[in-house]
Structure formats: structure tokens, C-alpha cells
């Protein structure tokens, strides 16, 4: 049986973490489970350590991506077989991490991202987020001729490969989508899988709307970006 | 220019020349970027001093009509690099930082595991 990490970044998620972790324990006894607290101001730290869940904390806030890369650190260095990611704000359903854990063990591939586009069930995001992720999905197959349909999806889970990929390169700000462009580059095999989402329980998005618009950009030109940077080849 | 507004820009040159030296000497200027300094202030001294009567045959040299445009031109190319150099260092420093953080909260959670 695979050794399994769920990585669970959580910011200011103390509303909601309870219910999460919760989950994932009864779910699943045969995981191990990691909160990276990413230097949260409410009392993430003590939920966390309340339940019992092992609780890595940053000295500073890194954002999503320099938090996810220090779980990836950390599966690769305790040797796990595969990393799956669920937020902390409750919008992953912890009852299907199963399923993208069995896509990698039976497919043999290296991430498998649960999408909420493929059957349109359960929470479908605002309208312009919705936009904003056809654009992603757009810009991606342009660049690098996959097809992937929520690619802003952190519902995802990685091959043993994937986490040494991404231990080693990790954007800070839009990782999810970049992820992509780099795994891609590195001959890595994308695969999603049907998911339902469900609207956060507790706390805020990192992403306000106000923003959405500049998110929209910034995240396409990163896919250009990192297009034309150098590859990470692995070892 | 006259003979005031030249002493005017030596001064300032040679200003620049001292100031960069008292922050190289007392080390506040790291030594990646102290002998660019050195160099950049040593440059702007002989370009004001005895460079001075040079700067308009070079501008003709390079085919520019206006000497005063040569030299912003050359100025801004400069700064230029400069503050490119400057983001390249803060790129490295911005990735080590996160390194670093990330290792020391990883390294903190064991020896905490391990004190239990």
C-alpha cells in the first residue's frame, strides 16, 4: 500500500479546520495528515494542535505556494509515494481524496487534479472566476497542449516524481496553474478526474473579487512566462 | 558649459566618489556590489574631470547632435543595469528567504516532535 500525505495549507482557517481534519481522520486512518500553517493570525495553530494533527508552522507568510512547497518538502524527505493537497477552507471534498489517490496508483500518473467542470455538479465558482479559469484553461492548451478543464483546481494529488518536481520549483502567488506549465515541460502526465466542490464553510478567499480582473492576467502571463523559462529537468 | 557649472559637477562627482568610499570602508556596502560602486564613482570622476572636454567628441562619435542627449543616454543605459542588477539580487535573496523559511519550520516541527 502507497504511503500517503495529505497536505493541508491552511490561513486564518480556524472557523473551518475542525471540520476538515475531522474528516480526513475518520476517512482515512491509513494517511498521515500535515497542516501548513502559513503564519496564520487567529488561532489556527491552536485548533490544530487541539485535534491532534500534525501542525508545521511558517515563521512568516509565504502565500499558498511557498506553503504547499514546504509540505512537498517534507513528503519528499519522509519518503511518502504520493501528496494530495485539500484546502483548509473546506471547499475540497475530503471524501473523494480516495479517488485521486487510486488515479495515480492505476494510471501510473503524476497528478491527478480534481476538476469540478467535468460533470458541473456541486459548487461551480461566480461567473467571472468561471471566465477567468476558461481563460487559464485556454492560454494552457495553447502553451502546452494539454486539456485541462479547472486548472486553478489545488484539489490534486501527486506521483512520488510530481513531489520532487515540485519540491524543487513552486510559484509563489498562482502555483496551481503554473504547476501545470512545469510538470508538463518536465514529461509529466496531467490527468483530472470529476469532482464536487462545495463553497468555503468559513474565513475568506485569498482572492477578492475586486482583484479577479488582475488575477486573470497576471496568472496568463505567468503560463507565458513560464513557458519560455528554463526547464526543470529531473534528475 | 561654464567654467562654474563644471567645478558645480565635479563637486557633486566627487561627493558621490567620497560617500561611496565611506560606505565601503565601513563595510555597509556588501562586497558584491562595493566594487561596482568603486568603479561607477572612479568613472564618474574621470568623466567630470579630466573625461570633461571628451564627452563632446564622443557624442559626435556616436552620432548624436546634442551632447547633453549622449550623456543622458549613457546615464539611464547605466542606471539601467544597475537597478536590473539590483532585481536579480532580490530575486536570489527572495529565494533563499523562502528556503529558509520553509527549512525552519520543518526543523522546528521535529524538534518539537522529538521533545514530546
Known amino acids: 500500500m502507497p504511503r500517503v500525505l495529505v497536505i493541508v495549507p491552511a490561513y486564518n482557517e480556524a472557523g473551518s479546520l475542525p471540520q476538515v481534519l475531522g474528516e480526513l481522520t475518520t476517512l482515512y486512518p491509513q494517511y498521515d495528515v500535515v497542516v ?5 493570525r487567529d488561532s489556527t495553530a491552536e485548533v490544530v494542535r487541539s485535534t491532534g494533527v500534525r501542525l508545521v508552522t511558517l ?3 509565504l502565500g499558498i505556494g511557498g506553503a504547499m512547497q514546504t509540505g512537498f518538502s517534507l513528503a519528499r524527505d519522509e519518503g ?3 501528496a494530495v493537497q485539500v484546502d483548509g477552507d473546506g471547499q475540497h471534498p475530503a471524501s473523494q481524496v480516495d479517488v485521486l489517490v487510486e488515479i495515480i496508483c492505476r494510471t501510473g500518473c503524476d497528478i491527478a487534479i480534481g476538476s469540478r467542470f467535468i460533470t458541473g455538479e456541486g459548487y461551480q465558482s461566480t461567473a467571472l472566476r468561471r471566465l477567468g479559469i476558461r481563460v487559464f484553461s485556454a492560454t494552457l492548451s495553447a502553451f502546452t497542449h494539454t486539456r485541462i478543464t479547472d486548472p486553478t483546481s489545488g484539489f490534486r494529488a501527486l506521483s512520488r516524481r510530481a513531489i520532487h518536481l515540485l519540491a524543487r520549483e513552486y510559484a509563489e502567488d498562482y ?6 506549465v512545469v510538470a508538463h515541460r518536465a514529461g509529466l502526465c496531467i490527468r483530472e478526474v470529476p469532482v464536487q466542490m462545495s463553497a468555503r464553510s468559513a474565513g475568506i478567499s485569498s482572492i477578492r473579487a475586486l482583484h479577479s480582473i488582475g488575477y486573470i492576467f497576471k496568472v496568463s502571463l505567468s503560463i507565458v512566462m513560464c513557458s519560455i523559462r528554463q526547464r526543470t529537468v529531473l534528475p | 558649459m561654464h567654467a562654474h557649472g563644471h567645478l558645480l559637477v565635479f563637486c557633486t562627482t566627487l561627493i558621490i566618489f567620497v560617500g561611496v568610499l565611506t560606505l565601503v570602508r565601513s563595510r555597509r556596502i556588501g562586497e558584491r556590489f562595493a566594487l561596482l560602486w568603486m568603479a561607477l564613482a572612479v568613472l564618474l570622476l574621470l568623466a567630470s574631470s579630466i573625461g570633461y572636454p571628451y564627452l563632446f567628441s564622443i557624442a559626435q562619435f556616436v552620432g548624436v547632435p546634442y551632447p547633453p542627449s549622449a550623456l543622458f543616454f549613457f546615464a539611464i543605459v547605466g542606471q539601467t543595469l544597475l537597478i536590473l542588477e539590483l532585481f536579480v539580487w532580490i530575486s536570489k535573496l527572495n529565494d533563499r528567504t523562502r528556503v529558509l523559511t520553509q527549512q525552519l519550520a520543518l526543523l522546528r516541527e521535529k524538534f518539537e516532535r522529538e521533545l514530546v
Open chain 1, 59 to 61: 515563521p512568516c507568510n
Open chain 1, 36 to 40: 501548513i500553517n502559513d503564519a496564520s
Open chain 1, 80 to 82: 511518502y509515494d504520493i
Open chain 1, 175 to 180: 502555483p496551481e496553474v503554473e504547476a501545470i
